[in-house]
């Protein structure tokens, strides 16, 4: 085999495609590979159908112009990524290489070419780079969240002590009187700070959900009479719900959150008025969202869609709004703290779900939320009856570092006839739990604590005596102590804590629920409003 017919076996077997063409874009000879990449069935066909490169190959013949500019100028270039357009109108990614081939006289006799198919390469590369920026989002979103609730439980002790002593001076102040009425303010004040901190431990995946068995078209339908009072009567909202929607196992307070905050968001994209359309459907088995969402569990979910016919978003502004603090409103407007779309997907990701959104600016925005449906129905454990021959201790000892805090449970507890040991951290708590056991009827114990913490506090209790009566109190979730642990709590005390509250765990944990109001405490009804 001579020299020449070497280069044209090269040239004809070669796996990348080879080309030669006129400056003006008409094609002279490709290999097979070239045809392949571009559709043809040979190369003869590609020639013979192909009357401009330019127009015909190049997805944007102003590029194929300016490439053929730089190799006439500079008489070669490298590495030029570029769309492509095959013979049935679909698209690829090619690597080009071209260069100019000149006669002797310096004139161009003709360009000659290599040009790979990278298509599913950079397929590959993209989808590593959506799941990089999930990582990167999910390890700031866990920061930010464990800041936040490291926030939450300094404030929840805060609101724990101003909502106790509100209750304090109601109880000693004359209904009717100004006074009274400014109570009623802070107590409410501290209530919607309590608000405001379950939502940030919403968004950081820390709020300890109740979840149970909920009809997504009830909510919809009772959240929607909510926010039509709130919102502009220029705004209208349109219901599409799908018939037989499957429930979900979903805390109702946090899913009436995620529709409210949506319901707002929507309203802020709609100054002048427009439409906001909520629609569910089911989704059975949803392979395809679970492909798009590492993580998400392969099953049937349900879809709440939220779509606005507002302002929309630009692709720079849709691919942050998920992130903590972020707001596209001005700095001094009211609106936009940044929290309300961290906190949706804080609630979607605690509920093993996913949220899409997709958005143009002028054009509205949609947002797609996917739930899992309920498999089966959720068992209600029937509660325990407390032994009316049993005649239980009254002795409490109350675990909790802030000295506010134990002062206030311990002033209600007293109240309620109960005698109250005190211990500030978890060793004072083990070493009185050692000493009197046989007289303590509960403990009560906060989770974060120096010297020893709670959960520390609590396994040295059950080593003492393994059916110790234990009432858990944090500004945190449930899921803060360990599972084995877990059949040891007799519950959680979430904070902040109104008083009224703490009496009735208690009571029923003890098993004095029906002795019937104490001294001191008596009218707690009016304290919560209930």
């Known amino acids: 085999m001579d020299c020449e017919e070497r280069y044209r076996r090269l040239f004809a077997d070669a796996p990348i495609g080879i080309f030669q063409a006129t400056p003006d874009g008409r ?17 003869e066909e590609e020639i013979a159908s192909v009357g401009h490169v330019g ?8 590029k194929f112009r300016q490439t053929i500019e730089a190799v006439l100028a500079k008489g070669h270039v490298a590495a030029v990524e570029t769309n492509f357009v ?34 599913e390469r950079k397929r590959a ?28 439980h300094d404030f929840n002790n805060m609101l724990t002590v101003i909502l106790g002593y509100t209750e304090l001076l109601m109880e000693s102040t004359r209904e009717g009187t100004p006074e009274y009425a400014d109570l009623q303010k802070i107590l409410e004040t501290a209530r919607n700070g309590a608000d405001l901190v379950k939502s940030l431990l919403a968004f950081s995946r820390q709020d300890d959900s109740r979840p149970q068995k909920v009809n997504l078209n009830r909510r919809i ?3 929607r009479k909510l926010v039509s009072k709130s919102l502009p009567k220029m705004i209208s909202i349109d219901l599409d719900l799908a018939e037989n929607l499957a429930p979900i196992h979903a805390d109702p307070g946090q899913i009436d959150q995620l529709l409210v905050n949506l319901s707002e968001n929507a309203s802020e994209a709609m100054p002048e008025g427009g439409k906001l359309i909520i629609q569910t459907r089911n989704v059975p088995h949803a392979e395809q969202l679970c492909r798009n969402h590492p993580g998400v569990e392969p099953g049937d979910y349900v879809l709440i869609r939220m779509s606005d016919t507002g302002s929309g978003m630009d692709e720079h502004i849709a691919e942050r709004i998920f992130d903590p603090f972020f707001t596209s409103k001005a700095r001094d407007s009211r609106k936009g703290t940044g929290l309300g779309l961290a906190i949706v997907q804080g609630v979607v990701q605690q509920h093993c779900g996913c949220i899409e959104c997709h958005s143009e600016a002028g054009k ?24 009316a021959q049993a005649r239980p201790t009254r002795t409490i000892l109350l675990v909790d570092d802030e000295e506010y805090v134990r002062d206030l449970a311990k002033r209600a507890l007293l109240a309620a006839g109960y005698t109250v040991l005190e211990a500030a951290n978890g060793i004072q708590a083990v070493h009185v739990y050692r000493k009197k056991q046989e007289s303590i009827a509960l403990v009560i114990l906060d989770l974060i604590m120096p010297e020893m913490g709670g959960k520390r506090c609590l396994e040295e209790l059950v080593k003492i005596n393994p059916d110790v009566k234990v009432l ?11 599972d084995e642990l877990k059949r040891t709590v007799k519950g959680f005390l979430t ?36």
């Open 27 to 43: 094609l002279l000879t490709v290999n097979a590979a070239h045809a392949r990449i571009f559709g043809y069935a040979s190369p």
């Open 55 to 62: 127009e015909e190959h190049w997805a944007d013949p102003e």
């Open 86 to 119: 095959r013979k049935d109108g679909s698209f690829l990614v090619g690597n080009l290489h071209l260069q100019a081939l000149r006669h002797s006289d310096g004139s161009v006799a003709c360009l000659a070419g290599f040009v790979e198919d990278v298509t």
């Open 125 to 152: 590369e993209q989808e590593q780079e959506k799941l990089r920026d999930r990582l990167i989002h999910a390890r700031k979103m866990q920061a930010v969240g464990t800041l936040a609730g490291g926030i939450a």
């Open 221 to 223: 339908e009772q959240v």
């Open 364 to 387: 509205g925005t949609t947002f797609s939320i996917y739930l899992p449906a309920m498999k089966r129905p959720e068992r209600t454990a029937a509660p325990k009856r407390p032994d």
């Open 472 to 482: 858990v109190m944090t500004g945190f979730a449930a899921d803060q102590v360990d």
């Open 495 to 530: 904070k902040p804590l109104e008083m009224r509250r703490l009496v009735e765990e208690v009571d029923n944990t003890v098993g004095c629920g029906n002795r019937g109001p104490q001294a001191g405490w008596s009218d707690r009804s009016r304290l919560t409003g209930s």
